[in-house]
């Protein structure tokens, strides 16, 4: 076990291991968690009574987490003068499945993200997001029942990773010098006013991920992948991720999927019959579709034809993007969880798609349904499967019911609007 500076392990507990490539989970398993800033503190609250009056029922006192409450973000540096203590980078990778509030990134300049930073570290390629519809919640669409898709967002690589460098420096003179002299660029409108971005998207990294989504598109009966990219612009990173996923899926699941660039393949040989023919009888045969679009079209037919997307590969800022709009369309980030996933080592931080909401800061107000339902995943990983039906079945119900949270009480006739607590309490009441 590592030595811990600030902050030790519980004493009772046990750790999570990985045995064979499986996640072995103790009766008693110790699962730090971050609170997070802003609204962390008052949804963490409420989600963790919920987690534990959920593992109580399920299993009697036969099974209980032993909470690890580790430190990052405006908590960490008030105690410790640190946004992001070693302690905690050694808990998350010892104890192997965590969880954590939102943390705060500024704007513009100041640190660096702590959640991607979080992401690096631990080398989380996924960000896997479920986006799925509970019946009475107030959506902006006509039909919110047609929205089941599942995001696997790229973690590790693309604009998001944070290489750059700001406008006026040194740093920034010397890259755009060597592009301009060098590389022989001539596109830099402002070379003397710029800031510079780079984009690195890789074979590999687009190869972990895009297994991962089609592992999981097999393993839950799904029908289709969709990579989205935007590779006719950004053909080197973008479409490098396209072609790359179709390469993919063609050399490792020949037997389980058909792509879109096998449809092409055959219509250009063929004609357009026989490739139509080709992959209705892969349909037939129960296969994979592996296919792609374009992302600003993605987000409009998302809106406009929902049903045929089910589960989405896509980079880093696209699948920031696409969280937050697939969100929007079954109710909004109150309910939005998510996970971020190294498949092979195990190691697993869930947490919610929303940020801080600071204005909302402990006011003991908003929706901790993210938290709770990132807990769902949380406990389905873990092979806990009776706790999360027993949540996700109490948080349906409390909305069935119309006692909710201000975010979906605004939009609900007849609705009962709770403080965060609450409907925490009532999720529990409903178990
Ligand atoms: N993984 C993480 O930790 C993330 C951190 N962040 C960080 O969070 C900070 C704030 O970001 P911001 O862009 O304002 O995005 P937020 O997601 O924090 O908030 C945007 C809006 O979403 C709604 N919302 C957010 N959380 C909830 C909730 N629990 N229940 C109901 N509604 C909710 C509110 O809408 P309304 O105003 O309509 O009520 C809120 O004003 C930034 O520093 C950002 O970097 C952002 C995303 C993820
Ligand atoms: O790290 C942040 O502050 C924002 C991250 C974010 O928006 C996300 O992961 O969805
Ligand atoms: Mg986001």
Not at 25 to 38: A, K, M, N, Q, T
Not at 244 to 269: C, H, M, N, P, V
Not at 287 to 306: E, S
């Amino acid at each position: 076990m590592p030595e811990f500076t600030h902050y030790a392990p519980p004493a009772t507990g046990e750790p999570i291991t990985l045995q064979n490539g499986k996640l072995n989970v103790p009766l008693h398993p110790i699962i730090p968690f971050i609170e997070g800033d802003g609204t962390g503190p008052d949804i963490w609250r409420a989600s963790q009574r919920v987690f534990d009056a959920a593992v109580e029922k399920a299993y009697g006192g036969k099974r209980k987490i032993a909470w690890y409450e580790v430190y990052a973000g405006e908590k960490a540096f008030n105690k410790f003068n640190e946004w992001l203590p070693e302690d905690t980078l050694k808990a998350l990778t010892e104890y192997i499945v965590s969880i954590k509030g939102p943390l705060t990134t500024p704007v513009g300049g100041g640190i660096r993200s702590l959640n991607v930073a979080l992401r690096q570290e631990l080398d989380l390629y996924v960000c896997q997001r479920p986006v799925r519809y509970f019946t009475g919640v107030p959506s902006p669409v006509k039909h919110p029942e047609q929205v089941d898709m599942v995001i696997f967002r790229e973690n590790s690589e693309d604009i998001y990773a944070g290489v750059e460098w700001q406008e006026g420096t040194p740093e920034v003179e010397k890259v755009i010098n060597f592009l301009r002299s060098e590389m022989g660029v001539k596109k830099i409108r402002f070379p003397e006013t710029s800031g510079i971005g780079i984009k690195p998207v890789s074979r590999e990294g687009t190869e972990r991920l895009v297994r991962a989504a089609i592992e999981y598109a097999l393993q839950h009966g799904r029908k289709s992948v969709t990579l989205v990219h935007k590779g006719n612009i950004m053909k080197f990173t973008e479409g490098a991720f396209k072609n790359w996923g179709y390469e993919l899926a063609e050399r490792e699941y020949s037997d389980k999927a058909f792509t879109w660039a096998q449809y092409d393949r055959i219509k250009a040989a063929e004609g357009q019959e026989a490739a139509d023919k080709a992959q209705s009888e892969a349909q037939a045969a129960g296969k994979l579709i592996v296919k792609d679009v374009i992302a600003d079209a993605f987000l409009q037919q998302i809106l406009t034809r929902p049903a045929e997307y089910d589960v989405i590969a896509t980079l880093n800022l696209n699948g920031d993007y696409v969280s937050d709009a697939l969100a929007a369309q079954v109710g909004g980030i109150g309910i939005a969880p998510g996970a971020n996933i190294n498949y092979v080592t195990g190691h697993a931080v869930f947490e919610a798609t929303h940020g801080t909401a600071p204005k909302y800061a402990d006011l003991d107000k908003v929706n901790p349904g993210s938290v709770i339902l990132s807990g769902v995943m949380m406990f389905e990983f873990m092979g806990w499967q009776e706790a999360a039906d027993l949540i996700t079945n109490a948080l349906e119900k409390a909305i069935e019911q119309k006692v909710v949270t201000y975010d979906f009480a605004r939009l609900m006739e007849g609705a009962t609007e709770v403080k965060t607590s609450e409907f925490g309490d009532q999720i529990i009441n409903n178990m």
